[in-house]
C-alpha cells in the first residue's frame, strides 16, 4: 500500500487558495458603508453616513421613518451666521433616486430632487412664523425611490445658529 504523495507545490498552492477562500468570506462578513451626504458652509464640512439605509430598499412605513428623523446618535453639527450658504451634497447613489429636506421632522419639500450639489442661504432656514430666534434646526436628507415609492435612506444634521450660540 502506498501513502498519497503531494508535492509541496502543490501542498503550497492549496494553502494558498484556502488562505485566500478564508479572506473573501471574512470579506463578505462586513458591512458596505452607506452614501455619504455632506453639508459645507465657508471653510467648515461635515460628512455622514445614512442614520437608517437599508441597501435602496424600503425602510418601512411612517413609524420607522419617524423614528429615524428622530435619531440623535450619529447627528453631525456645524454651526452657520444666518448670512452663510449652505453647501449640500449627496453621492450620486442618492441623487439618482432623488432627495429632499425635512426639517424638525417635517418634509420641506413636495418634489425629491435628482441634483448631487444644491445650495441654500442659511437665512431659509432659521426663519419662524412667530418671528422668535431659532437656535438650532434638526435637518434631515431624505432619499426616496419613486419606483418604490419609498423612502430607502436618512442622513440626520444639527445646524446651530452662530449668532445665538
Known amino acids: 500500500m502506498t501513502a498519497p504523495f503531494i508535492s509541496p507545490r502543490a501542498r503550497r498552492t492549496g494553502v494558498a ?40 430598499e424600503s425602510l418601512g412605513g411612517e413609524a420607522q421613518l419617524k423614528k429615524c428623523l428622530n435619531d440623535t446618535d450619529g447627528r453631525k453639527s456645524i454651526t452657520v451666521s444666518p448670512d452663510d450658504k449652505i453647501h449640500f451634497g449627496v453621492d450620486p447613489e442618492i441623487a439618482d433616486n432623488g432627495w429632499t429636506f425635512y426639517i424638525e421632522g417635517q418634509r420641506a ?36 425611490s419613486e419606483k418604490k415609492r419609498a423612502v430607502t435612506g436618512v442622513w440626520n444634521f444639527e445646524l446651530k445658529n452662530k449668532s445665538l450660540t
Open 17 to 56: 487558495l484556502g488562505a485566500m477562500s478564508a479572506g473573501l468570506l471574512a470579506l463578505s462578513a462586513c458591512d458596505k458603508p452607506t452614501p455619504l451626504s455632506t453639508l459645507t458652509v465657508g471653510t467648515d464640512t461635515v460628512h455622514s453616513e445614512a442614520t437608517c439605509y437599508n441597501d435602496g
Open 109 to 144: 419639500e413636495p418634489q425629491p430632487d435628482k441634483n448631487t450639489y444644491r445650495t441654500f442661504p442659511a437665512s431659509a432656514f432659521f426663519s419662524s412664523q412667530s418671528g422668535e430666534p431659532i437656535k438650532t434646526v434638526n435637518l434631515s436628507i431624505v432619499e426616496t
